[in-house]
């Protein structure tokens, strides 16, 4: 089965000061791994997708984020915070041989401090 | 043009009462999900359905039914609604890849108050 650990449920920055959201997945197979940002009464976007080898994928906004198969990690990252980063952050995890189940992570809401 | 639209995007009723959201999406994706956000905001996913065939079906209670007339199209139907169902519904679709699987593409949300 699969599942996906937030470690943080919530995570505040200062503007300009690094952002690091971490996540964890469990998956019995190669997973797809997925980033997706959902501000308030809004719907959810998505930021950036590892789907194959390159394990450093470059998203929307600024943000990254590095696979790790050895650490079952995918933890999403950016340099700089910005006001317009304040949202609730889900971590995602998918394969196909479980007839293309998305299950998310709880979130990590990320506050913005000016 | 908007890739994924759910209708209405409010919702209020009363206990007991039965009502439908619909979701349409114009991707050409063969899979569409209704995923459950509760008020501390996790996702959890209740259906899915691959050209209108059901392929998930999660501990959801039966007074939940979705309908797929055509892979465009996955409404969700409730009856007898409880004050445990108020959430936000999304509506999602994706096209699973060869290989890899493609991302989800969401609705706006359809927030539903059960008075």
């Known amino acids: 089965a699969q599942s996906v650990t937030q470690l943080d449920s919530h995570v505040s920055v200062s503007e300009g000061t690094p952002v690091l959201l971490r996540c964890n997945y469990s998956?019995?197979?190669?997973?797809?791994l997925f980033w997706y940002v959902q501000h308030p009464n809004k719907g959810l976007q998505l930021l950036l997708k590892?789907?194959?080898?390159?394990?450093l994928v470059k998203g929307i906004n600024g943000f990254e984020a590095e696979f790790k198969k050895s650490e079952t990690s995918f933890h999403l990252t950016k340099p700089s915070a910005h006001m317009s980063d304040a949202a609730e952050y889900f971590c995602v995890v998918s394969d196909q041989n479980y007839g293309q189940n998305f299950v998310f992570g709880p979130g990590t809401r990320l506050s913005v401090l000016p | 043009d908007t890739a994924v639209s759910q209708t209405p995007k409010y919702l209020v009723t009363q206990m007991g009462n039965d009502k439908s959201i619909k979701c349409e999406q114009n991707l050409g994706h063969d899979t569409m999900y209704w995923y459950k956000q509760d008020s501390k905001k996790f996702l959890k996913i209740m259906f899915s359905?691959?050209?209108?065939?059901?392929?998930i079906n999660e501990t959801v209670p039966n007074r939940f039914s979705p309908k797929s007339p055509d892979k465009a199209h996955l409404n969700l139907h409730i009856n007898s609604l409880e004050l445990g169902d108020s959430a936000v519904y999304f509506c999602?679709?994706?096209?699973?890849?060869?290989?890899?699987?493609?991302?989800?593409?969401f609705g706006e949300g359809s927030r539903l108050t059960v008075l």
């Open positions: 590892y789907t194959s080898a390159a394990t």
């Open positions: 999602a679709s994706s096209q699973p890849g060869t290989a890899r699987t493609g991302e989800l593409f």
């Open positions: 998956s019995s197979y190669s997973p797809s």
């Open positions: 359905y691959n050209n209108k065939e059901l392929i």
